[in-house]
């Protein structure tokens, strides 16, 4: 069983940055590849970014490529989602999530076991 928490929202400003981290309690975060997904009020649960279980492998979303980047500290069983270039768009609650074992990546909700609670991201025009 894994238990994610998010922190690290907020409101800024478009053009600003801000950095998400996840921390996972478990004894398998090591071997889950690791992703965010975001989900604006009235619209589906998105796909922003994904990491493997090694953190050498990396994906993103074309609306977020270039501006933001996934990385995972296995050692400290954390995920975090460095965002620069923030857009109005980009406004919406950001959820930590770990796949199912033996995924490398994942770019659907549904390959994904665990989730947080969410933290919500909010950008000023």
């Known amino acids: 069983q894994v238990q994610l928490v998010e922190s690290g929202g907020g409101l800024v400003q478009a053009g600003g940055s801000l950095r998400l981290s996840c921390t996972a309690t478990?004894?398998?975060?090591?071997?889950?590849?690791m992703g965010w997904f975001r989900q604006a009020p009235g619209k589906e649960r998105e796909f922003v970014a994904a990491?493997?279980?090694?953190?050498?492998?990396?994906y993103y979303a074309k609306s977020v490529k270039g501006r933001f980047t996934i990385s995972r500290d296995n050692a400290e069983n954390t995920v975090y989602l460095q965002m620069n270039s923030l857009k109005p768009e980009d406004t919406a609650l950001y959820y930590c999530?770990?796949?199912?074992?033996?995924?490398?990546?994942?770019?659907?909700?549904?390959?994904?076991?665990?989730w947080g609670q969410g933290t919500q991201v909010t950008v000023s025009s």
């Open positions: 999530a770990a796949a199912r074992l033996g995924l490398v990546l994942g770019i659907s909700i549904y390959e994904y076991d665990y």
């Open positions: 478990g004894r398998t975060f090591s071997r889950h590849a």
């Open positions: 990491v493997s279980w090694s953190g050498d492998n990396t």
